[in-house]
């Protein structure tokens, strides 16, 4: 166990719809990243919070968006959901930025 | 930006062999190589890191080099198991450059018994 929770851990769902995805970073982690993963695909990162405020972005869509809370608590928002939309989506956390991130167990997403 | 290649995409082998996951990298600003390791339906877990001031790491039967002239590293287990079966991405991150971890591709190894 990482430390790092997420949830749901399974979320179906139908195209056009919205879904929230929340993780919680480890005791102490300042830094939360949100990956996608595709069936048989390598890990696509979408975007970094580092307390409280935007770091880094990768190949997130615009339908997509996060945001992390005070408490450090983050949530990555999927609107207008897509059939290419279903995937595994992790969160991580580090301590500081860039150091060694630590991955929750993940939402796997069905969009019907 | 960082760009980093993985291969072989896969590979098999008998239980009790060696196995060597290879990496390269594009940007020599490269300071940080994480390993994971990820099971099938599972989260990635971290099992072995090298930072580029050091050569080779070993832990146990797993080791990792790197070669900054060259810029590659990779991964080596020796006497595979069977559990040792799962998919294995390397990544590369500039400490104190850009914020983001750069992940290969990703090797499927499948360990025979």
């Known amino acids: 166990d990482s430390g790092v929770t997420q949830t749901p851990k399974h979320l179906i769902t139908a195209t056009g719809q919205r879904v929230t995805l929340r993780c919680s970073p480890r005791?102490?982690?300042?830094?939360v990243y949100w990956y996608q993963q595709s069936l048989d695909q390598g890990l696509q990162f979408l975007i970094q919070?580092?307390?409280?405020?935007?770091?880094a972005k990768g190949n997130i869509l615009e339908r997509f968006s996060a945001q992390q809370f005070p408490d450090l608590h983050s949530e990555l928002n999927l609107s207008s959901l897509e059939l290419g939309d279903s995937a595994l989506y992790f969160c991580?956390?580090?301590?500081?930025?860039?150091?060694?991130?630590?991955f929750g167990p993940g939402t796997r997403l069905l969009v019907l | 930006g960082e760009n980093v290649e993985q291969h072989p995409s896969t590979l098999s082998v008998q239980e009790g062999d060696s196995a060597v996951i290879k990496c390269t990298y594009s940007?020599?600003?490269?300071?940080?190589f994480p390993w994971y390791k990820q099971e099938l339906g599972k989260r990635p877990q971290l099992i072995i890191d090298?930072?580029?001031?050091?050569g080779e790491k070993k832990d146990q039967r797993i080791a990792v080099t790197l070669n900054k002239t060259a810029k590659h590293f990779s991964l080596h287990i020796t006497e595979t198991q069977p559990e040792d079966s799962a998919v294995y991405f390397c990544?590369?991150?500039?400490?104190?450059?850009?914020?983001?971890?750069?992940f290969g591709k990703g090797m499927k190894l499948t360990v025979n018994p």
């Open positions: 940007d020599s600003a490269s300071n940080y």
């Open positions: 919070y580092y307390n409280g405020e935007e770091r």
């Open positions: 990544a590369a991150i500039t400490q104190g450059g850009s914020e983001k971890l750069v």
């Open positions: 090298i930072r580029s001031n050091v």
């Open positions: 005791s102490g982690d300042l830094s």
């Open positions: 991580a956390s580090s301590t500081h930025r860039q150091e060694t991130q630590y």
